[in-house]
């Protein structure tokens, strides 16, 4: 399940740039991008505590400390991307004022 979300979190910030650059509301293409980002962490988090619960250690020892990692940059990618239309236009208005 935590795959779907991913999937469905990129397509959404790739949606959410691309509603930016055709000078569209991105808003709700930006929510469901941070949305879908954090249902994967919680689906993410739910497979390993069913790990733990079945006690598959050999698991838990080889996937954890690798998806661990990965989460953290993926996670921080997508909250930069789903922002930078935000920041954008704080920095348009800025230059223009």
């Known amino acids: 399940m935590w795959f779907i979300f991913g999937v469905i979190a990129i397509i ?12 569209k509301d991105y ?12 249902l994967t962490l919680a689906a993410d988090y ?20 690798i998806m661990s990692a990965a989460l953290w940059v993926l996670t921080s990618l ?8 935000i920041l954008l236009e704080l920095t348009n208005k800025k230059a223009t004022t």
């Open 27 to 38: 808003r709700l293409a930006m929510a469901m991008g941070l949305s879908f980002t954090a």
């Open 12 to 23: 959404a910030t790739f949606i959410n740039l691309g509603l930016f650059a055709a000078g």
């Open 46 to 65: 739910g497979m390993v505590a069913d790990w733990v619960e079945a006690e598959d250690w050999s698991a838990l020892m080889d996937v954890v400390p």
């Open 78 to 85: 997508s909250i930069l991307l789903n922002i930078t239309p």
